[in-house]
Nanobody, 120 residues
């Protein structure tokens, strides 16, 4: 069993900052990649940022404002969000592409989500 638990969401004013964290625990053999996605009501979940090895990838809408990082020892991924805008308001989900043992194919696990609200 694998669990991903996000934290760090909340209410922030436009221009402010938040740092999201997501820790993976349980039966983990190897994590290939981790990422952050977000979703607003009535819309599909969209990619925010991913990190795999030393490579990162960002949605155009967050480039230059958000930074994804990972603590490999703690199986934790972070999302530093600066210069937040009302359009960044969403439920943010983390995921991890991982294998639970050396025989089982990788699969993606998701956290439960954390609400980020950007409003004055």
């Amino acid at each position: 069993q694998v669990q991903l638990v996000e934290s760090g969401g909340g209410l922030v004013q436009p221009g402010g900052s938040l740092r999201l964290s997501c820790g993976a625990s349980g039966s983990i053999f190897r994590i290939t990649a981790m990422g952050w996605y977000r979703q607003t009501p009535g819309k599909q979940r969209e990619l925010v940022a991913t990190i795999s090895g030393g490579s990162t990838n960002y949605a155009d809408s967050v480039k230059g404002r958000f930074t994804i990082s990972r603590d490999y020892a703690k199986n934790t991924v972070y999302l530093q969000m600066n210069s937040l805008k009302p359009d960044d308001t969403a439920v943010y989900y983390c995921n991890a592409d991982l294998s639970t043992d050396w025989l089982t194919p990788r699969r993606v696990f998701w956290g439960q989500g954390t609400q980020v609200t950007v409003s004055s």
